[in-house]
Nanobody, 118 residues
């Protein structure tokens, strides 16, 4: 019902920046809170950032606070993650997530790989 496609991953040096994008299909995009999660090699998937349907409320994991910024454009059905001051420990597959207000259903993209070299 809701399809998510991430893009923008790649290889970047420590201290550099990268901007991830997530394109969503489906109706009433603004009804969904959107989040980014990541999973590093050999580790559990962890929360990175979330943004409310209207875009008025954001929340970040302590590990990325001050470096990453989540945003959304409801007219374009997109969500973004601006990543600055990247560290090698940010290396992971980054996943886009949509959570439905009424249904409570979760939808996931297939992920995009971010590799930060030292």
């Amino acid at each position: 019902q809701v399809q998510l496609v991430e893009s923008g991953g790649g290889l970047v040096q420590a201290g550099g920046s990268l901007r991830l994008s997530c394109a969503a299909s489906g109706r009433t995009f603004s009804n969904y809170a959107m989040s980014w999660f990541r999973q590093a090699p050999g580790m559990e998937r962890e929360f990175v950032a979330t943004i409310s349907g209207s875009g008025s409320v954001t929340y970040y994991a302590d590990s990325v606070k001050g470096r990453f910024t989540i945003s959304r454009d409801n007219a374009k059905n997109t969500v973004h993650l601006q990543m600055n001051s990247l560290k090698p420990e940010d290396t992971a597959v980054y996943y886009c997530n949509a959570n439905g207000r009424a249904s409570g259903m979760d939808y996931w993209g297939k992920g995009t790989l971010v590799t930060v070299s030292s």
